[in-house]
Each structure stands twice: as structure tokens, then as C-alpha cells.
């Protein structure tokens, strides 16, 4: 969809204003996430190597269900400046962040510690392969540095700090079924290695990282200069193209998923973490996503612990805090003790709006959502009014 020109600064311009009055916060809490939705899948690529490759996307496909789409596989990617100390992956058959007795016991599926060097069920990769005009690079096995190309998998070392742009990527240790539209790792880039994600409806990421300011001087040589981030992708995308030129060269744009744990943004504030959905629950440009309004302080000097929980009733919650543990198995009660170093008032709270759409039986392209609302936020707002000038524009 186009947006009109005026629209966009209007859009920005309340986001200056709202940006004025940001708070900072311990605990960034989404509630309502997941949604019936489409994306379309890549089915083909053709003449990768020349300078009119392009891309194929297949017939849409459906998803919906608590916390979908990031309920499928996600991988999990890191930008420096940056420093992995611990990393883990946990499932649970139930949890509800506000509900012991609907809750059973998180168990850690995967684990990378830098100083015993220790790693289970995960496989770092990076973008060092073969480079496309529409694909971009290719992932490839991340040397023991994060970001040199390996020919087999290697962890990543102890002394691991990477800078500005620079990136790696883990998955899980499960080999992917060979590429193919309607195998389970979807159609994916010839030659690379292909993992599973971390998959699950109810699932937990935890980070021990350290962020410290970039020390390169040279900023203007730089994409995303002192822009660090830890953020979730459908794994369908790094497998065929995170940054492509073409849009049918993955399924982002088409909203299979992203989910933005801690995101510095561009501006002249680098301190800031916010947390953000690229998925269309009520909002028409994927861009901007569905973001926090609130944001949690980012440490430069000292290492930080948290990371999200995806409950089993749609509740995201981001959040840092020092009493975070990486056991092989938490209880309901280890995670209250970890929010309770964080107060109400350093949490933020934002509903995603409510979407009905129901999944056809035949594979009928049309949809017709139709949306509610139960939250009056900053979105809420932003959304009434888009689709208020969208209908003025298309007239
Ligand atoms: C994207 O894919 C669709 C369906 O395969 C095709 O019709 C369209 O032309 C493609 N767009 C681009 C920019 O390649
Ligand atoms: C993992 O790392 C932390 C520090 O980053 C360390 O204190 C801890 O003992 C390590 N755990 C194991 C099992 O080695
Ligand atoms: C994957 O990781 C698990 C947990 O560390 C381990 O038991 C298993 O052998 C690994 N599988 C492969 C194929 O490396
Ligand atoms: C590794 O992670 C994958 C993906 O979530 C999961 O299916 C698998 O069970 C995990 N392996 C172990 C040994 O926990
Ligand atoms: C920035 O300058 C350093 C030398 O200070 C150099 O090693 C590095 O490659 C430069 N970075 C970029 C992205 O050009
Ligand atoms: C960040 O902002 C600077 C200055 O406005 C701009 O030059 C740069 O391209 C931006 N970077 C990104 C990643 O948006
Ligand atoms: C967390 O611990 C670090 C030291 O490792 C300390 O510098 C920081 O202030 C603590 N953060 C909070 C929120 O207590």
C-alpha cells in the first residue's frame, strides 16, 4: 500500500510530540498479541548471481493463535556494539505471567556461556557467504569472533565483543528438511546452513550482554553507529534474505514476523531500548511496527540481564533486571522474584488491538478483517487516524 507523503509527517510529527514526554521503565508489557493473518511465503529464486535476480513469492498463508506469528520458529540476531556473556533459551507447556495456578515450570532448551564456554542447542551463524544484487550475503557458520566465515560449527569465543554493524545470529542445533515451499524451513538460499529456529507458542528468551558505546570514532562509515540490538525473526527470513533490495525476496514485508527486544533507535538518544512488533496487528506500516512507548535505560558501563517472556495469553513482556537466572529450570516463583526488583511504575503496558479474521477452509484470497480496538493508546490514535485519511485519500 502507498502511504501518502502528508501522512507520513503528520505520523511523525506525533511521534515527535510523544517522543518528548517518553519515560524510561524496567518492563515493557504488551498484552492481546496474536492474531489470524497472512504472509507470503518465497517459492523461488532466479538468476541470483546476476543484476537482475529477483524473487517469487508463493499464495498466502495463513497463521493465528496466541502470540502468532512469533509463534513460529524464531531466530535470535545481535548488533554491536556488543558483548554475549549468556544466552538461553527456555518452553513451558503453560505459563501466564499474572497466573501460578495456570502455570507449569520453564525448561531450558538451549545455553551458550562465554566463560565456561559452554554450548547446547546452539549454532552461531553470520552473514560472511556469497553476495547477491537482491539477496544480500548468504548466512554462513560464524567463526569464533561472531563474524568471520567458519567452515563448520563454531562457539562463539569469551572475548567476543563485536562493533557498530556487525552481526551474528543463533539457531538451534536441529537440521532444517531440504528447501521446498511446503517443507518445514520453507524454500531457503542453496549452500547455506540451515537450522531450525527456537520454536513454541510459550516461549523465553534470556540475555547476559553488555552494550558499550561504540569507540570507533569514524561514525559516518557506519550503517548503524552505536545502534545496538537483540531481536527475534521469523528464521524463514535470514535463511532466504534479511536485507533484500526486492520484497518478494522474503517474507517480512508480507508480515510473517520480527519481534525487537532491545532496540537502540536513530536520534541522537542511544541509550534507549525499546521493544517492537513488525507485524500487522492493527497497524498498515510494518516500518514503524507496533512500538513501545516507553523505553528501558540502556548500561554502558556495566553488564545487563533480561530478556522476554511470550506467555500462553498473548503477553510479551521485555525487561531488564539483575536478579535474572539462566537454571536449567525456572518456576513461576523465579520469575516473580525477577520482576520484583522492578516496580508498577517502571512497567509500561500497551495492548495490541484485537483482529478478527478467520481463516478460510480453500485457499480464497480475500479476507476481510475486520478490527476492534480495546486500548486507547498512542497506536490506537496514530491508527483511527490513518485509516480516517486513508479513506479521504482513496476517495
Ligand atoms: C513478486 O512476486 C509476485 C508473485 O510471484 C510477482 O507477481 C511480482 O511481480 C513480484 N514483484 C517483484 C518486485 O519482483
Ligand atoms: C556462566 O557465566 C557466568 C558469568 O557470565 C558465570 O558466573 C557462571 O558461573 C557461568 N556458568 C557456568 C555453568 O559456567
Ligand atoms: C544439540 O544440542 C543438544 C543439547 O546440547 C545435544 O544433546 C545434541 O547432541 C546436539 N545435537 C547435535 C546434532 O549437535
Ligand atoms: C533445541 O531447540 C529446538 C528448537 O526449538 C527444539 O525443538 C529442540 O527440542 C531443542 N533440543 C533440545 C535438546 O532441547
Ligand atoms: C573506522 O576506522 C577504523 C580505524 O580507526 C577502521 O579500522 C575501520 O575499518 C573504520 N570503519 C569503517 C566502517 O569504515
Ligand atoms: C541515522 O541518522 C543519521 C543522521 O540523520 C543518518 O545519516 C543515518 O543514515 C541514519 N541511520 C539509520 C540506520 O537509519
Ligand atoms: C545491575 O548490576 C550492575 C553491576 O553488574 C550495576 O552496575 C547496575 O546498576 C545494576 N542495575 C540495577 C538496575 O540495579
Given at each position: 500500500m502507498l502511504v501518502p507523503v502528508c501522512l507520513v509527517s503528520i505520523v511523525s510529527a506525533l511521534l515527535q510530540v510523544a517522543n518528548a514526554e517518553v519515560q524510561a521503565y524496567d518492563k515493557i508489557d504488551f498484552s492481546n498479541v496474536g492474531f489470524a493473518g497472512t504472509f507470503t511465503p518465497v517459492k523461488k529464486f532466479s538468476k541470483i548471481d546476476s543484476d537482475d535476480c529477483s524473487c517469487e513469492v508463493a499464495d498466502k498463508q495463513w497463521f493465528s493463535g496466541t502470540n502468532a506469528p512469533v509463534s513460529d520458529y524464531l531466530s535470535v540476531h545481535f548488533r554491536g556494539p556488543l558483548k554475549l556473556n549468556q544466552f538461553a533459551f527456555y518452553d513451558s507447556p503453560s505459563f501466564v505471567i499474572s497466573d501460578s495456578d495456570s502455570s507449569s515450570d520453564w525448561t531450558r532448551r538451549a545455553y551458550y556461556n562465554s566463560t565456561s564456554q559452554t554450548g547446547e542447542n546452539v549454532t552461531f551463524l553470520t552473514g560472511a557467504g556469497d553476495d547477491s544484487k537482491c539477496l544480500g550475503k548468504a548466512l554462513t557458520y560464524a567463526d569464533s569472533d561472531g563474524t568471520s566465515k567458519a567452515s563448520s560449527a563454531t562457539l562463539l569465543k569469551d572475548d567476543n565483543e563485536i562493533t557498530s554493524d556487525q552481526e551474528f545470529v543463533i539457531f538451534s542445533n536441529v537440521s532444517c528438511p531440504k528447501s521446498g515451499l511446503n517443507k518445514d524451513c520453507g524454500v531457503y538460499r542453496s549452500g547455506i546452513p540451515a537450522y531450525y529456529g527456537f520454536g513454541g507458542v510459550t516461549k523465553m528468551f534470556l540475555f547476559d550482554f553488555e552494550m558499550p558505546r561504540e569507540s570507533q570514532a569514524n561514525s559516518s562509515s557506519f550503517s548503524y553507529y552505536d545502534m545496538p540490538a537483540i531481536w527475534l525473526l521469523n528464521d524463514h527470513i535470514p535463511r532466504t534474505s534479511q536485507y533484500p533490495t526486492n520484497a518478494n525476496c522474503s517474507c517480512w514485508a508480507s508480515g510473517c514476523g520480527e519481534f525487537d527486544i532491545f532496540e537502540v533507535m536513530n536520534?541522537?538518544?542511544?541509550?534507549h531500548f525499546y521493544s517492537t512488533f513488525h507485524t500487522f496487528q492493527g497497524i498498515e506500516i510494518l516500518g514503524t511496527g507496533i512500538q513501545s512507548y516507553g523505553y528501558i535505560p540502556r548500561d554502558t558501563e556495566s553488564s545487563m540481564k533480561g530478556g522476554v517472556i511470550f506467555d500462553s495469553a498473548g503477553n510479551v513482556v521485555t525487561f531488564l533486571s539483575n536478579s535474572t537466572t539462566f537454571d536449567s529450570s525456572l518456576t513461576h516463583s523465579d520469575i516473580d522474584t525477577i520482576f520484583s526488583k522492578i516496580s508498577t511504575d517502571e512497567t509500561y503496558s500497551s495492548a495490541l488491538m484485537t483482529i478478527s479474521a478467520t481463516a478460510p477452509s480453500t485457499s480464497a484470497k480475500s479476507s476481510g478483517f475486520s478490527i476492534s480496538t480495546k486500548t486507547n493508546g498512542l497506536w490506537y490514535y496514530l491508527f483511527t487516524l490513518f485509516t480516517a485519511l486513508t479513506q479521504v485519500f482513496m476517495i
Open positions: 536520534g541522537t538518544e542511544r541509550d
